[in-house]
């Protein structure tokens, strides 16, 4: 039997860490219907913190501002989010600060023409939670887009021309008129919508019923 082909929209930001918890939960459940499924994953941008100033913000003081929380109760949450990202394997690192993730995303749209916007999204997900990056800066950006088999004298001149701003903003639109405002949104072939860092049994079943029903 041929695999069934399988549109899956991800609409998430780098700065969410529930998105990097999904992404490897997706990618697991994937692997592990690898025979039945031919999947085409497509990244599309959200922002978290849309007006986050160069340097961004202490991690703790802002999601005790952001959520009303109490440093404990962040530190709890912390732990929480570290065990899930283990069980699908994906390690989050003592991560300081938050940062603007605008050109991040301007540089995933530039990958996505290159047919490299996945492997960029996961590098720049572990550069992010994993390894304390500032994925504001453009060092940083060119570092990862280059780790990933991407031209980095191309990738600095995207992010210092500004290109594909508009086109990341309307994207960004788009999904907000459609009723997205949490994330990480998962589509599957257009029409059927899940969200948050469910576990990889609850990807496996959900894909297995729109399959059956496609």
Request: hydrophobic share 40%; glycine share 6%.
């Amino acid at each position: 039997m041929q695999p069934q082909p399988l549109r899956i929209d991800f609409v998430s930001d780098i700065a969410c860490p529930w998105c990097a918890v999904g992404l490897s939960s997706l990618r697991l459940a994937l692997a592990r219907l690898e025979n039945e499924v031919e999947p085409e994953i497509v990244v599309h941008p959200f922002e978290l913190n849309p007006d986050m100033a160069a340097g961004g913000e202490n991690t703790v003081d802002y999601l005790c501002k952001k959520y009303g929380r109490t440093p404990e109760q962040v530190a709890q949450t912390q732990a929480m989010i570290r065990e899930r990202g283990a069980s699908v394997d994906f390690t989050f690192g003592p991560r300081t600060r938050v940062y603007n993730t605008f050109d991040a995303h301007r540089l995933m749209h530039w990958a996505g023409l290159q047919g490299e916007q996945l492997p960029l999204k996961l590098a720049l997900l572990r550069a992010y939670h994993s390894d304390d990056k500032d994925v504001s800066n453009h060092d940083v950006l060119v570092e990862v887009a280059e780790s990933v088999g991407l031209d980095p004298v191309e990738a600095r001149a995207v992010l210092q021309r500004g290109d594909y701003a508009e086109q990341v903003r309307a994207e960004e639109r788009d999904y907000q008129a459609k009723g997205i405002h949490s994330v990480p949104t998962i589509i599957f072939n257009r029409r059927y919508v899940l969200t948050g860092g469910q576990p990889v049994e609850t990807f496996e079943q959900v894909i297995r019923e729109v399959l059956a029903a496609e």
